[in-house]
């Protein structure tokens, strides 16, 4: 038995390992496959996931997509009468009215027409070249053969979306109530423009940008803050009437305009109120500071011997006019008025304006004239009250004109190698300078060509493309690739800033802007790969664990961050990024315009959500 064993022990265990190699080798054969074939599954769920993060995406926008105008038309009923959702709207026309209006609008595009722009197609679509194209400032991008198509890059919209829940969820961590979010820090900031009182300044700036993405849940705790807990009432804050105006008033009439909930129209009006007692001056130019609860207003003291500043009191314009419509009450279009009016009549020299105005005198304080800091937003706010106004306030229109004429011809240059820009003007003096506030005209000059033909058109609209350049060139001649608060023109350097305190970024979002508004007027790709460069700028260098800083010095491979979380970057720089890879459809730019703090306000005439108050009825003389 033993020999037999011995015999039979090495065959079977040659056996056992030629068993086990051949069982290796089919489980490998099988591994490689099965991973093959979950690469396979892997990607066809990528795509398939695509397909459904598109989905999910547009289902996201159903607050807003489904409320749309040119959505709510397929949800009207067929009656003509008087109709109870216009009405709810606080809109006076007839659903006949209403369809009459919207039936010039292409529908939603539909998901499988989504198409990825090339050089070749963006040709046909720049509306400047193209004037068969229907809606060339907003509706579905349409195509020459009258083909609705989609411009969502979804992949990266998504990521705006991270973006502002990042930013959102950490100030909701650590800075809830409070103005703004410290991510270094891990605490809360307070600028002086808010008074030094919890105003919740993220969240009022902040909210609309979630409602666009779609952000439900935190759209909802925002709006039960702001009803439960927002009040200027019993505190005494002195705020900047501007800086309240532009964020709080503005943030909230387009909640208003977004939802039709009461609560915001309630708010709006009692944020202005409290600024109303800064108007009472000689003139009607109203002070910068006012306070909650006393009403003592007064301006800055660094502000030219006692001078209100022209970005300042001529920034309320569109927020003041809307309220008036959307209330009934015609004080708040007055006030602004009277601004104007004295704007309008004032000797300006050399047709410009310079940044400083004593409201006591009326008469201008230093002459500094600039299309960045101190004089930016009121050249902003002539376009857009025009716009506004569904393009009949022609006084509007014709002081922008002129102001800009003057400008083309005094400030507007061309550096040795090029590049255009806007120089501030001291007196008679240049200064080669140009603030990255003024980024945001290269979309104005884009905007003011887009929407009348003359003999500047294609002047403006050139020069409008070349300030973005040029904005752009601030941010890609930086290491960071991002820019500076101010650059240079001179025969050291061009687009770069020369001094220490010039260097820094505050997460400002002018030069996206300008991206978006030329992206929407000429579908010219570089001005979406121009803002993805910005977003992996920002992720690389002004992310945190805790949020989103600005950084000291841009111009630092590694720079220090500020540990500042602007209100204005959920506000401005990722609402205008993310509308810069969403469709034209989403929030079209005829018939929304952009508060200076990118809070989106309807045009009258051409947007359904205007929510006009109803006229009273005049009173019955039957007895
Ligand atoms: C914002 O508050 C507004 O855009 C304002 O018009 C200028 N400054 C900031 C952003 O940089």
Partial sequence: MCPKTSKTTPLLLI??????????????????????????????????????SATDNQIKELNYVNNHPKNLLAKLPSA???????NEAG????????????????????LSAVIWRDGQKSQFLDPMKSPTLALPLGGATVTPGGEAVSLIDYEKRAQIVKMMEHAWHNYKLYAWGKNELRPLSQRPHSGSIFGSYDLGATIVDGLDTLYIMGLEKEYKEGRDWIERRFSL????????????????????LTLYAFTGDPLYKEKAQHIADKLLPAFQTPTGIPYALVNTKTGMAKNYGWASGGSSILSEFGTLHLEFAYLSDITGNPLYRERVQTIRQVLKEIEKPKGLYPNFLNPKTGKWGQQHMSLGALGDSYYEYLLKAWLQSGQTDEEAREMYD???????????????????YVSDLKFDRLEHKMDHLACFSGGLFALGAATRQNQHTDKY?????????TCHESYIRAPTQLGP????????????????????????PETFESYFVLWRLTHDQKYRDWGWEAVLALEKHCRTPHGYCGLRNVYQQEPQKDDVQQSFFLAETLKYLYLLFSDDSVLPLDEWVFNTEAHPLPIKGANIYYRKAPVPLPASNAS
């Avoid at 003509?80 to 216009?86: D, G, K, L, S, W």
């Fill in 15 to 52: 056996g056992g390992i030629v068993f086990v190699i051949i069982l290796v080798a089919i489980t490998g054969v099988t591994l490689i496959n099965n991973i093959n074939l979950s690469n396979i599954i892997r990607l066809n769920e990528k795509v398939a996931s695509d397909s459904v």
């Fill in 80 to 86: 003509t009468p008087a109709n109870n959702e216009a």
């Fill in 91 to 110: 809109d006076s026309r007839s659903l006949e009215q209403i369809r009459h209006e919207m039936s010039s609008v292409v529908p939603e595009p539909k």
């Fill in 233 to 252: 009432d019993n505190i005494s804050a002195e705020l900047s009437v501007f800086e309240t105006n532009i964020r709080f008033v503005g943030g909230m």
């Fill in 402 to 420: 002129e102001a800009m004429l003057a400008i083309m011809d005094k400030m507007v240059r061309t550096s040795p190698n090029g590049l255009t």
């Fill in 461 to 469: 609209m050139e020069v409008g493309k070349g300030i973005t350049n």
């Fill in 485 to 508: 608060e101010a650059f240079r023109f001179s025969d050291a350097a061009e687009a770069r800033a020369l001094r220490s305190q010039e260097k820094y970024y505050i997460l400002r």
